[in-house]
């Protein structure tokens, strides 16, 4: 009776500390929704209920395995396994041929964390504790690497068109050769910031936040973690059209709008939660690394896993997204170079977030 009071009190203790954990509960109506032949909305939703814990619990264990091994391993495995979750469901929507919908899903990620986190985050921390503080050299410079990115990302878009047609072996060397490009940038970017700034973004998180699982025991986790978000991601991806076709929305729309909120919600959640606890520093560089991560990591390695998998993704953007991304990225350095921000700052990144997503929602 005791071991099992124990057991109960310490899943309950569970649940409070980690209220996302919860929708765990959704996980075993998944298999009875498909086994009873539930609508394809239900299953959707379900899945999408199911990765946001997940991907939490990834971020999670990454953090406790970080903080065992020490700063500078620490450091490396948040920056490869930041959007874990992310790259899952991406690599299945890749291997399902829903090319489109990945690269709105890049697009829709990066403006998030630019424009829906930062923004969110800095209402919260503004109206909590007023004008806040961050680290100005830090975000200078991750400004200058977003800028970079999404002129990497515009150069094939426009000069694809004058090389050969979409699919030709040329303008697939110049994707991967700026697919290459990028992943180099990115490792640059990591050296840069981990020689020029005193204290790391891991140490950071072990003050914020201490280990609550042991290495081994963070390693099965995050090992379950994956394997569960990847058969989510399976039963997500392979409900998409009917799911369009249900709601009426297009592929486009849920590339850009859902899927990127349903992976990130959890990291959404921990930048503002630090805003409101007035470590705006730390909560400026979980949105803007998230943002880095996907474009100059995420969306290169996807080119040549797309190209392993059969199915060619080229870093070949609509007008839609470069304008939108071009519009986040503009707009979020011009707020973050002060290395100040206000309430009033963050509701304007809020306002261009609803705009764009207003715009995308009535796109065809």
Do not use: C
Request: net charge neutral.
């Amino acid at each position: 009776m005791i071991k099992k009071k124990s057991l109960s009190v310490k899943v309950i203790t569970f649940f409070i500390e980690n209220p996302l954990s919860i929708l765990l509960l959704t996980l075993p109506f998944i298999p009875l929704a498909e086994v009873m032949g539930w609508s394809a909305l239900w299953i959707f939703g379900l899945a999408a209920l199911g990765i946001i814990p997940l991907a939490s619990i990834i971020g999670e264990a990454t953090e406790a395995i970080a903080i065992h091994t020490g700063p500078r391993i620490g450091a490396l495995l948040n920056a490869t396994l930041g959007n874990a979750a992310e790259l899952i469901i991406t690599i299945v929507a890749v291997r399902a041929g829903l090319l489109e919908l990945v690269k709105a899903s890049i697009t829709g990620s990066i403006l998030g964390n630019l424009l829906l986190v930062l923004g969110l985050s800095m209402v919260v921390g503004g109206l909590r504790h007023g004008i806040q503080k961050f680290d100005q050299q830090a975000a200078s410079r991750n400004a200058i690497l977003l800028v970079l990115s999404v002129l990497a990302l515009l150069i094939p878009s426009i000069l694809s068109h004058s090389i050969g047609s979409t699919g030709s072996p040329k303008v697939e060397v110049l994707s991967l050769g700026v697919a290459l490009v990028m992943i180099v940038l990115y490792i640059l970017g990591l050296l840069a910031s981990s020689r020029s700034s005193k204290e790391s973004l891991v140490d950071d998180v072990a003050r914020a936040v201490s280990p609550k699982w042991s290495k081994s025991a963070a390693l099965i986790i995050l090992t379950l973690s994956t394997v569960g978000i990847v058969w989510l991601s399976e039963t997500l991806v392979r409900v998409v059209e009917p799911v369009m076709n249900g709601l009426g929305i297009s592929e486009f729309f849920l590339g850009i709008i859902l899927i990127p909120l349903i992976g990130n919600v959890a990291e959404h959640l921990v930048a503002v939660q630090m805003a409101g606890r007035n470590r705006m520093t730390l909560s400026v560089e979980i949105a803007v690394s998230s943002s880095l991560q996907i474009a100059l990591l995420i969306a290169p390695l996807l080119v040549f896993i797309s190209l392993a998998m059969g199915n060619p993704l080229q870093l070949i953007f609509n007008s839609f997204e470069l304008l939108a991304l071009m519009a986040g990225v503009l707009i979020s350095a011009l707020v973050s170079f002060d290395g100040e921000s206000s309430w009033l700052e963050g509701a304007s990144l809020l306002a261009i977030y609803l705009i764009l997503g207003l715009a995308f929602f009535l796109l065809p």
